[in-house]
């Protein structure tokens, strides 16, 4: 896997990335992902053909947007190296804490935050199309060297 940033000019390939992720009906467009990647304080890495993670820094926080690896690319790593890239590019833009949203029942994306230290804070009742629960997720961030404040 070699992870890279990922900008606006790459939206077309990364919304192919998160069709093969996500179920019908929940994939993001091309233009919204690029929208999305001009946003101030937006970031995206991928593994091209593989697998992508978009994050965003606002306040001194910072948040997962998306994370999806392709069905054949998964359970070598790659979830959470794209991880571990966005909470490092998260602490560099000066990010104190990381937040995400599960689905209560999605086992795997579960396993791999816990796995990275995010801990439970919240839980927002029937948040998905289906009804399911969001549950929220934070973790703390180590300031990165030279990390802007
Ligand atoms: C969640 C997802 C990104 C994980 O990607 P991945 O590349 O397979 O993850 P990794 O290989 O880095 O797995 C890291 C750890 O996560 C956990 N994990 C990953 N897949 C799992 C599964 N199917 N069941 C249980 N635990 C799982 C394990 O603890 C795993 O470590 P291990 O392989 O040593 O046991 C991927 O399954 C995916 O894209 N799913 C669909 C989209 C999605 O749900 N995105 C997250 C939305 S919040």
Do not use: Q
Request: aromatic share 6%.
């Amino acid at each position: 896997m070699t992870l890279a940033a990922a900008g606006a000019a790459d939206a077309g390939a990364l919304a192919a990335l998160h069709a093969a992720a996500f179920p019908p009906g929940e994939a993001w467009g091309a233009d919204a992902i690029a929208l999305m990647l001009e946003l101030p304080g937006t970031y995206g890495i991928w593994s091209p053909g593989e697998g992508f993670v978009l994050a965003r820094v606002a306040g001194g926080e910072a948040e997962i947007l998306t994370l999806a690896v392709c069905p054949a690319a998964r359970r070598r790593g790659l979830g959470g190296a794209l991880m571990a890239a966005a909470l490092a590019g998260a602490a560099l833009r000066g990010a104190a804490a990381m937040f995400l949203e599960v689905a209560a029942g999605n086992a795997a994306a579960l396993g791999l935050y816990l796995g990275l230290g995010f801990a439970e804070v919240g839980r927002r009742r029937r948040y998905y199309p289906d009804g399911s629960d969001a549950l929220v997720l934070r973790r703390g961030l180590d300031p990165a060297p030279g990390a802007a404040s």
